[in-house]
């Protein structure tokens, strides 16, 4: 039987601990390896100065604090520092003798063999949460962790050998690893996080650790259609056996054509398309990298397919409001890339509003606007700084189609019910952040579902 507190001191090997940012994931970090090692010495750094008077910190004698606006400095003193995913290390340059590591790390070293991992700029939480499904559906018993689930090492005694874990990996958590899961799922690659790195490239190579530690008895499920996944791969030196997916027809890869599923072995199986929850070309990728889950780890796939049909879609991700005086809503605040929402919008044929726009990371719009002047969407509406961006960008093309500037979401909803025709659809998909004016992209698909079902009354 393992011993992983055994295992969990040996990863710290008798050093003194940093843990930088003391979010939930940072908390979650002590209360393991207090658990594990009561007398080891843990510093906090944080900049959050109230810390320290938090009554369960203060009883423990072997924890100290480095709190407040330079918390940063504690850096140079530790040899080994658990960073929490959300602290850029943007201008920080790592000495040779200090170990950058994470939970993340210490959990893929733990469990590897039974971790499926996935990442992407997009569409991971949809693809974990559908691997989730398939796998408890062909009987496995599998948990959620990461981005979409508890931090990992919140669950460490409920695993046993036949676990299975499908784990949402951010470029934040795999910026550090020093390993990689048995599984790896690499879905895409976009310009995102820009203002937590140094370069597009330092971030996709935050992204390829998911796969650069892998050997030839695990497997890589990528997307072949992204030039940037192949390249960041083939750069990688990973040895996992490869399965790739497409959208491409031609492709050898595994592809669904109409309603027809080749997987790479081709295997050929239906899919009625019709009775997928999920919306849009772009999820249909999606389902072939989880069903491709499923054959690595021997799943009944016909059982896998028919599981499809029952999954339930996350929120914010072309969610249906409903309809609304004749006018069908769909939230996909989600969509915090130009990419995204182009995606999105090519999902309706019948789009009379896009409402975009919100907090400015400095992405490039291009892509975004070359897209809107050819497809000549009778109404924009638009949001913060990116709003007006786009704005300019397109009066300078001579854009004709209408414009409507909204300081805010009751504006948004007003506007949305007075220029959208009836048949037609309304799509919040804003391709920015939005932390300019809401506190996360939940809470601006929330506000527009509020205010669209408000007004109906």
């Given at each position: ?121 997009k569409g991971k939480s949809t693809t974990v949460s559908l691997i989730y499904h398939l796998l408890n559906s062909n009987g496995r018993k599998v948990m959620l962790v990461g981005n979409i689930g508890l931090p990992a090492l919140e669950v460490l005694q409920d695993i046993d050998e036949e676990t299975l874990i499908v784990y949402e990996l951010s470029s934040h958590q795999l910026e550090y ?122 799943a009944d796939i016909n059982k896998s397919i028919e599981s499809i049909y029952s999954f339930q879609s996350l929120p914010h991700r072309l969610e249906s409001v409903g309809v609304f005086q004749g006018i069908h809503f769909v939230n996909d605040s989600i969509a915090t890339i130009p990419e995204a929402c182009i995606k999105a919008a090519d999902t309706f044929d019948n789009l009379d509003t ?104």
């Amino acid at each position: 039987m393992r011993d992983l507190k055994k295992e969990i001191a040996a990863f710290i090997n008798n050093r003194e601990v940093l843990i930088l940012g003391f979010g939930k994931e940072g908390r979650s970090t002590y209360r393991t390896l207090r658990r594990c090692m009561p007398d080891i010495k843990i510093c906090i750094a944080d900049q959050n100065e109230s810390i320290a008077s938090e009554e369960d910190l203060q009883k423990d004698p072997n924890l100290s604090f480095e709190l407040g606006a330079k918390y940063m400095d504690a850096l140079s003193n530790y040899d080994l520092v658990f960073k929490s995913p959300g602290i850029s290390f943007k201008n920080y340059s790592v000495p040779k003798h200090q170990q950058i590591t994470s939970q993340t790390d210490l959990f893929i070293e733990l469990f590897h063999s039974q971790i499926i991992g996935v990442t992407g700029t997009k569409g991971k939480s949809t693809t974990v949460s559908l691997i989730y499904h398939l796998l408890n559906s062909n009987g496995r018993k599998v948990m959620l962790v990461g981005n979409i689930g508890l931090p990992a090492l919140e669950v460490l005694q409920d695993i046993d050998e036949e676990t299975l874990i499908v784990y949402e990996l951010s470029s934040h958590q795999l910026e550090y690893v020093n390993h990689s899961p048995h599984i790896a799922v690499f879905l895409n690659l976009f310009e995102e996080h820009l203002d937590h790195y140094n370069s597009y490239l330092a971030y996709q190579q935050a992204k390829a650790n998911i796969t650069k530690y892998q050997s030839s008895t695990d497997y890589l499920i990528y997307n072949v259609d992204d030039e940037n996944v192949k390249q960041r791969i083939n750069e990688s030196g990973s040895e996992a056996q490869s399965r790739c997916f497409s959208a491409n027809t031609d492709s050898a890869c595994s592809i669904i054509d109409n309603e027809s599923i080749t997987l790479f072995n081709k295997e050929q199986f239906r899919l009625d398309l019709h009775r997928v929850p999920l919306l849009g070309k772009h999820n249909l990728l999606n389902i072939l990298a989880a069903l491709n889950v499923c054959t690595a780890l021997g799943a009944d796939i016909n059982k896998s397919i028919e599981s499809i049909y029952s999954f339930q879609s996350l929120p914010h991700r072309l969610e249906s409001v409903g309809v609304f005086q004749g006018i069908h809503f769909v939230n996909d605040s989600i969509a915090t890339i130009p990419e995204a929402c182009i995606k999105a919008a090519d999902t309706f044929d019948n789009l009379d509003t896009l409402v975009l726009g919100g907090f400015n990371r400095g992405i490039d719009y291009s892509l975004l606007i070359d897209y809107l002047i050819k497809r000549k969407l009778p109404n924009l509406i638009l949001l913060g700084e990116v709003g007006q961006i786009i704005r300019k960008q397109l009066e300078a093309t001579n854009y004709v189609q209408n414009l409507f500037d909204a300081a805010n979401m009751d504006e948004v909803v007003q506007i949305a019910f007075k220029q959208s025709r009836e048949g037609r659809a309304c799509l919040l998909s804003p391709a920015a952040s939005s932390y300019d004016s809401f506190h996360n992209f939940e809470d601006r698909g929330d506000q527009y579902k509020e205010k669209v079902r408000a007004y109906n009354r």
